[in-house]
């Protein structure tokens, strides 16, 4: 008998819990021992920011024994770069001169709460420079950034509201926070998700002015692009289900296509080589056959002069003899046809 402090404990509990103990020990292990995989690459080559540009490598892959693994590296690499390029290829930002696609300041001008004060235009240099863009913080130098953008494509120095200075408001958003984004993750490779969600969000907002001021007025529409340096694209319904298996079947499916027609060119041109040498090689056999059937024709009709089943040297054309004919059928007729019994004679 055991003493009440003592707790008896059953083998098969001790075995449970130690189950449980090595269960989620081994759930831990197994986690640690593979690598977190980002399918998410960076992009460095300007060339992809075309849209069809993947689509243009596929069609350029040789038709080898290889050519289905090279889809699939090229497939990893369109899934790869296509955040990158979502967040960066309409401002062209993809290894670009550093400045982010945002204009030049003069960074020793006051900053913008301060221009119209009028004591600072004969202050001292040392005062001018403590109320300059360049002492002040990140968001004076924002707000520069944002003025002369929408200054470059508003109507007038008052428009705030149009679609244009949304745009450009936008754009020196995306731009602006872009060049952030990128100072914060020089200190950490992890992607500000804060400010990446944003940009995405900005991007929205941007394409869908873009959208309503293409409608409105194109030639405006392609003033603010020319100016900002976006690039619009119209985007289109894919033509395949997005997966490797439809992508990789949809872009064999076009390289076939073109290779056929490749090949069809290939064989016209081949034919069109000496066609009017061949043709006259043609006529002057045709040409010859012609004369050999006439010459058959000829003899055949020797022949039958010779055994007397035709006349030679007949004059003008054999017409029936008609009068003949008919007396004789009008003949038989009164001699062999009878009336039925129940015919009525009109006679």
Same mark, same amino acid.
Not at 235 to 258: C, D, G, I, M
Not at 316 to 340: M, T
């Given at each position: ?120 235009? +004969? ?152 066609? +009017? ?71």
């Amino acid at each position: 008998m055991l003493p009440s402090c003592i707790t008896r404990i059953s083998p098969i509990s001790s075995f449970s819990s130690t189950t449980f103990r090595c269960f989620h020990a081994s759930t831990s292990i197994h986690r640690g021992r593979y690598a977190f995989f980002n399918k998410h690459k960076k992009v460095t080559d300007p060339k992809k920011q075309d849209p069809d540009y993947f689509e243009k490598q596929a069609a350029k892959l040789p038709l080898d024994n290889h050519y289905l693994d090279a889809l699939v590296l090229l497939w990893n690499d369109k899934i790869g770069s296509e955040r990158e390029l979502m967040m960066k290829a309409t401002d062209k930002l993809i290894q670009h001169d550093g400045n982010y696609g945002l204009p030049d300041l003069d960074r020793t001008q006051p900053r913008l709460e301060f221009e119209a004060v009028d004591a600072l235009k +004969d202050a001292p240099e040392s005062v001018k420079k403590i109320f300059s863009i360049d002492f002040g913080e990140r968001k004076d130098l924002t707000s520069a950034w944002k003025r002369e953008l929408v200054e470059s494509v508003n109507k007038h120095k008052f428009d705030e509201n149009s679609l244009q200075s949304k745009i450009a408001w936008a754009t020196s958003l995306i731009r602006n926070w872009t060049m952030l984004a990128e100072e914060i993750q020089a200190k950490d490779p992890k992607k500000p998700a804060w400010l990446t969600h944003r940009i995405f969000l900005m991007l929205g907002y941007r394409r869908r002015m873009l959208r309503y001021l293409r409608e409105q007025d194109t030639d405006e529409f392609e003033r603010v692009l020319d100016v900002l340096k976006i690039a619009y694209h119209v985007p289109k319904q894919p033509e395949h289900v997005k997966t490797r298996k439809a992508w990789s079947e949809h872009a064999l499916k076009k390289r076939v296509e073109a290779e056929k027609e490749r090949r069809l060119e290939e064989l016209h041109e081949k034919l069109k080589e000496g066609r +009017d040498q061949k043709v006259a090689e043609i006529d002057k056999s045709v040409e010859a056959l012609k004369k050999e059937l006439e010459s058959i024709y000829q003899r055949l009709e020797n022949i039958a002069i010779i055994e007397g089943t035709k006349v030679a040297g007949v004059v003008g054309k054999y017409q029936p003899k008609l009068v003949e004919e008919l007396s004789e059928h009008v003949l038989h007729s009164l001699l062999f046809y009878h009336k039925r019994p129940n015919e009525k004679s009109y006679s």
